[in-house]
């Protein structure tokens, strides 16, 4: 029986794991491909808006970008808009382009 706080037993450990070495399961690799993005532009060197389907939705994604091994691969930093949150954005462009040339 397990029991908060008390370290688990070798013999009380559920067998028929999928890892034979006892440790937390691994994670699996995403099975989703870059193929599917189409990148609209490059805001900035790692910086970037694409169109993609995300989970069956299509999704406008702006993202920052870094390099791993060769490979550009998206970062944490950034966000994607629903179709829904992406036509209030435009809708509100034009507020948006006044509150910055007030503020500039």
Known sequence: ???KGKKRQDEE???G???SDGGPPRKKAATGSDEDDIVVCDISKN???S???WQGKIVVDIREFYSK???ELPGKKGISLTMDQWNILKDHIGEIDKAIAENA
């Open 69 to 71: 091994d060769g490979k």
């Open 1 to 3: 029986m397990w029991r």
């Open 47 to 49: 910086r970037r808006v």
């Open 13 to 15: 450990s559920p067998t």
């Open 17 to 19: 794991a999928n890892d």
């Open 51 to 53: 169109v993609r389907c």
